[in-house]
């Protein structure tokens, strides 16, 4: 039943040693999401797909790179992790763009919470 | 800048209280409203939505939901508070227009506690 599947649930890394999370998805959606949340704090998006096209929020660091490589599939790359980076990352997936059909639902994964050494 | 402000960062009900959650956007254009629940360690799960069908959303686990235009708020509440739904409640926007326009732009949650 699982929609929107995230891995691992928790990854520890050290400081500047890459990681990649992933995200996967059964609902066949067009769009997927990364955000970034930190302890107490509102999730912030840091970049979308839509299908092949990649969209990146101008305040999302250069540290932090997706690839997409077919409908169900997503990875955040985080090139240098540094202790900043620590939080909880989410993936979300959604029918459509929020620009086309804004009252589509974005289905969110269970997280995966990165901490940094 | 447009933006949700969620009044309260910690609410604290008894069991069996009313629980009212506060949500207030800041458009003179009625944006998508969305009101969603996080448990510890969890993603984020839809409670309700608001998209211009009615005015009063009703949602899953008994939450529900009234859209003010004059007062620009969606406050979330539901009669009677259980232990299971001790969790951080985050209100969310999509604006038609404007700087957050086609963004889901979060609110700062609110930590909602049920006592025995």
């Known amino acids: 039943d699982a929609m929107v599947i995230q891995n691992p649930r928790y990854q520890v890394t050290q400081f500047g040693k890459p990681v990649t999370l992933s995200c996967s998805q059964t609902l066949n959606h067009n769009v997927m999401y990364w955000y970034q949340q930190k302890s107490s704090q509102a999730p912030k998006l840091l970049f979308h797909?839509?299908?092949?096209?990649?969209?990146n929020e101008a305040d999302t660091p250069d540290n932090f790179q997706s690839r997409r490589p077919n409908t169900s599939f997503c990875f955040l790359d985080i090139r240098s992790p540094g202790l900043g980076d620590a939080a909880m990352y989410l993936c979300?997936?959604?029918?459509?763009?929020?620009?086309?059909?804004?009252?589509?639902?974005?289905?969110f994964g269970p997280g995966t919470r990165l901490t940094v050494l | 800048a447009q933006s949700v402000t969620q009044l309260g960062s910690h609410v604290s009900v008894s069991e069996g209280a009313l629980v009212l959650l506060r949500c207030n956007y800041s458009?003179?254009?009625?944006?998508?409203l969305f009101w969603y629940v996080q448990y510890p360690n969890q993603g984020l799960q839809l409670l309700l939505k608001?998209?211009?069908?009615?005015?009063l959303v009703k949602g899953i686990n008994g939450f529900e939901a009234e859209f003010k235009k004059s007062e620009t708020s969606f406050h979330l509440t539901k009669p009677s508070a259980h232990m299971s739904d001790a969790a951080e409640y985050f209100c969310a926007v999509i604006y038609a227009g404007g700087t957050s326009y086609g963004k889901l732009t979060f609110g700062q949650g609110t930590i909602l506690t049920v006592h025995p």
């Open positions: 797909y839509y299908d092949k096209d990649f969209n």
């Open positions: 458009s003179s254009v009625p944006p998508y």
């Open positions: 979300a997936t959604s029918r459509d763009l929020p620009t086309s059909s804004p009252s589509d639902t974005q289905y």
């Open positions: 608001y998209t211009s069908a009615a005015t």
